[in-house]
């Protein structure tokens, strides 16, 4: 039902901010893990007590509960279309995030920038499957920094892991077996 409801919402367009004239292809498309909407399920269910008291309650005040029950819904709302629209993408060239509801921020670090990345398990996020992401890179200050509630962190490390060391700037380019074989182990 959860589900259903969510690709119902606005997406971010990703293909736009893809370098495809240069072969830049998305690696992972990460959404945040469910556990960033449950703030806006109980924000919603707010709403029940408040329409039952703008309909058991004093009738002078139907009406400020029935405005308070609509602010909470749209607020809700926007939470989980915030939370939809906040994407981190791993490309064969860079990682980004894009977010935004009314307006799109893309926050871009190369391949060639991350010196280091953290993954932060939380000991819920332990339990429910997510992490976090602390890149660090050479620059002071970045527009991509940490990346919260990214399901199954240590596979997404692996795959940024992955992506940094093909494009040759770790060891050479070369997995160890082939350095061995090179080296005549």
Same mark, same amino acid.
């Given at each position: 039902?959860?589900?259903?409801? $969510?690709?119902? &919402?606005?997406?971010?367009? *990703?293909?736009?901010?893809? %370098?495809? #004239?240069?072969?830049? =292809?998305?690696? +992972? /498309?990460?959404?945040?893990?469910?556990?960033?909407?449950?703030?806006?399920?109980?924000?919603?269910?707010?709403?029940?007590?408040?329409?039952?008291?703008?309909?058991?309650?004093?009738?002078?005040?139907?009406? $400020?509960?029935? &405005?308070?029950?609509?602010? *909470?819904?749209?607020?809700? %709302?926007? #939470?989980?279309?915030? =939370?939809?629209? +906040? /994407?981190?993408?791993?490309?064969?060239?860079?990682?980004?995030?894009?977010?935004?509801?009314?307006?799109?921020?893309?926050?871009?670090?190369?391949?060639?920038?991350?010196?280091?990345?953290?993954?932060?398990?939380?000991?819920?996020?332990?339990?429910?499957?997510?992490?976090?992401?602390?890149?660090?890179?050479?620059?002071?200050?970045?527009?991509?920094?940490?990346?919260?509630?990214?399901?199954?962190?240590?596979?997404?490390?692996?795959?940024?892991?992955?992506?940094?060391?093909?494009?040759?700037?770790?060891?050479?380019?070369?997995?160890?077996?082939?350095?061995?074989?090179?080296?005549?182990?």
């Amino acid at each position: 039902m959860l589900d259903f409801l $969510l690709e119902r &919402l606005p997406d971010q367009d *990703i293909d736009s901010h893809l %370098l495809t #004239i240069e072969g830049e =292809e998305v690696i +992972d /498309l990460v959404r945040h893990h469910w556990i960033v909407y449950v703030k806006p399920a109980a924000e919603a269910f707010a709403i029940i007590p408040l329409w039952l008291m703008a309909v058991l309650g004093p009738i002078e005040l139907g009406w $400020l509960f029935l &405005l308070l029950g609509v602010g *909470i819904g749209l607020y809700a %709302l926007y #939470i989980a279309i915030r =939370e939809r629209r +906040d /994407l981190f993408v791993v490309t064969n060239m860079r990682v980004f995030r894009a977010s935004g509801v009314f307006s799109v921020r893309i926050a871009t670090m190369p391949i060639t920038r991350i010196l280091d990345i953290t993954v932060e398990k939380p000991f819920i996020g332990r339990i429910l499957g997510y992490g976090h992401f602390i890149f660090e890179s050479a620059a002071q200050a970045q527009g991509l920094r940490k990346i919260r509630f990214i399901p199954n962190p240590d596979e997404r490390d692996l795959t940024i892991q992955g992506v940094v060391q093909r494009s040759g700037l770790r060891g050479g380019g070369q997995s160890m077996v082939t350095r061995q074989m090179m080296e005549g182990r």
